[in-house]
């Protein structure tokens, strides 16, 4: 597709209930990002995938987070027994490489936990 | 390790005037640095990026910013100020490196108000 695409929009949850969240990226960006913006805590990097390479999970805050990237292309972000904590916006971004050539964001998916 | 620094969270600035918003960054390595923008309700948008080519930098919608390494600073800059362009605004540093390679790391953010 022209962007990237994230998946749904807007998820209310209760807690304690696993959701999974899905990221579309540009066809042929081999590095893929997983972002949290949180109200008053700006972005908070949480895992990053490049082409074949062993992903960076060093951003996940707890092992309730795991993501993976099934050939190479679209992405999931699932979060076990969902605690109002993680509440946010998650946003995925795709690039060409990983360093220079900038990165395309979503728009996002608006996680709400009751 | 990388991080970056913005100075301001909130910037006021009345329409027709100069913006100004400051970022200082930490990077053992030659750095690669960019600004985002990000409207109400909406995605991040790429403004600008360096890449260790030209120092000056020249983005969409009027803004520039300037990488000074011996002030190990990356302003962005516009000269004219316009209503569309109140917004959140991130400086943004990739990471280099053992175990920080590829990472974006972002600045907290400058909230730009702008006043007819």
């Known amino acids: 597709g022209a962007g990237v695409s994230q998946s749904p929009s807007n998820k209310v949850t209760e807690k304690g209930k696993d959701v999974e969240l899905r990221c579309d990226p540009i066809?042929?960006?081999?590095?893929l990002y997983w972002y949290r913006q949180s109200l008053g805590q700006g972005l908070e990097f949480l895992i990053y995938?490049?082409?074949?390479?062993?992903?960076?999970k060093s951003g996940l805050p707890s092992d309730r987070f795991s993501a993976e990237r099934t050939g190479g292309s679209v992405s999931t972000l699932t979060i076990q027994r969902t605690q109002q904590e993680d509440s946010a916006v998650y946003l995925c971004?795709?690039?060409?490489?990983?360093?220079?050539?900038?990165?395309?964001f979503g728009s996002g998916t608006r996680l709400t936990v009751v | 390790a990388q991080s970056v620094t913005q100075l301001d969270s909130h910037v006021s600035v009345s329409e027709g005037t100069p913006v100004l918003l400051r970022c200082n960054y930490s990077?053992?390595?030659?750095?690669?640095l960019f600004w985002y923008v990000q409207h109400p309700n909406k995605g991040l948008q790429l403004l600008l990026k360096?890449?260790?080519?030209?120092?000056l930098v020249k983005g969409i919608n009027g803004f520039e910013a300037e990488f000074k390494k011996s002030e190990t600073s990356f302003h962005l800059t516009k000269p004219s100020a316009h209503m569309s362009d109140a917004a959140e605004y991130f400086c943004?540093?990739?990471?280099?490196?053992?175990?920080?390679?590829?990472?974006?790391?972002f600045g907290q953010g400058t909230t730009l108000q702008v006043k007819p």
């Open positions: 971004a795709s690039s060409l490489s990983d360093r220079v050539a900038g990165y395309t």
């Open positions: 066809s042929g960006h081999t590095a």
């Open positions: 995938f490049q082409g074949n390479s062993a992903p960076d």
């Open positions: 990077s053992s390595y030659s750095p690669s």
């Open positions: 360096y890449t260790s080519a030209a120092t």
């Open positions: 943004v540093v990739t990471g280099h490196g053992s175990g920080n390679t590829g990472k974006l790391i």
